[in-house]
């Protein structure tokens, strides 16, 4: 069973930066392709930002784009998202998600295409 722990959320002003990680569990981190997703409250889950296994690819929302970096350490099993310029329209809990990677895609932004997910960290943006 694949486990996903995230970290890093917290308080920051409008304007700030956060990186968060994900360190998931199991021996097959580097065949995994990566997502970040965040909810705010009252709203369904979406999708934030995804990596091909081997970090060659990466793929954003465009509400992100150009603010947040998605990477990963595969000899650390940990996924990362720089977020800068933070605004508090970013304001959700953050989860990260996994699944096995596959020839038909290099990255997935569908909630339903990830196996695995972890319990979520809160970033919350103040103006």
């Known amino acids: 069973q694949v486990q996903l722990v995230e970290s890093g959320g917290g308080l920051v002003q409008a304007g700030g930066s956060l990186r968060l990680s994900c360190v ?11 997502g ?7 709203t369904e889950r979406e ?10 690819i990466t793929h954003y929302a465009d509400s992100v784009k150009g603010r947040f970096t998605i ?3 595969n000899a650390k099993n940990t996924v990362y998202l ?7 329209e970013d304001t959700a809990v953050y989860y990260c998600a996994a699944r096995p990677a596959n020839s ?7 909630q339903y ?4 997910w972890g319990q979520g960290t809160q970033v919350t943006v103040s103006s």
Request: glycine residues 14%; positive net charge; proline residues 4%.
């Open 24 to 34: 998931t569990s199991g021996r097959t981190f580097g065949g995994k392709v990566l």
């Open 36 to 42: 970040w997703f965040r909810q705010a409250p009252g």
């Open 47 to 56: 999708f934030v930002a995804a990596i091909s296994w081997n970090g060659g």
């Open 71 to 73: 990477s990963r350490d």
């Open 82 to 88: 720089q977020m800068n310029s933070l605004k508090p």
């Open 104 to 110: 038909g895609s290099h990255y997935y932004t569908e």
């Open 113 to 116: 295409e990830y196996y695995n």
